[in-house]
């Protein structure tokens, strides 16, 4: 019943942005904090950033502070993630998740993630 679905990853060129998209369903979605994690080859899957109900607050782990941008449009139940500059180190699956926090330490439900993998 619940559905979270990633899209707009795929095969990109380092240097350039991207933007990701979840779409939601299922759920009042202006409810729900939303957060997004990302998954490398081989390593662990690691908290990227979250946004609050609204979209005023905004979280994002020290790692990426100043490499995404998170934003959300409640009308069209759908939160995105702004990769601003591509790099290798990029590629991973990039999932998307609802919560009841804006800087979550569980989770109601996650998508089944969206593949980026940078060239270079």
């Known amino acids: 019943q619940v559905q979270l679905v990633e899209s707009g990853g795929g095969l990109v060129q380092a240097g350039n942005s991207l933007r990701l998209s979840c779409g939601v369903s299922g759920l009042t979605f202006r409810d729900y904090a939303m957060a997004w994690h990302r998954q490398a080859p081989g390593k662990d899957r690691e908290f990227v950033a979250s946004i609050s109900w609204t979209g005023a607050n905004k979280y994002y782990a020290d790692a990426m502070k100043g490499r995404f941008t998170v934003s959300r449009d409640n009308a069209k139940n759908t939160v995105y993630l702004q990769i601003h500059v591509l790099t290798p180190a990029a590629t991973a699956v990039y999932s998307c998740?609802?919560?009841?926090?804006?800087?979550?330490?569980?989770?109601?439900?996650w998508g089944q993630g969206t593949q980026v993998t940078v060239s270079s």
């Open positions: 998740a609802s919560a009841r926090n804006t800087v979550p330490t569980t989770y109601d439900s």
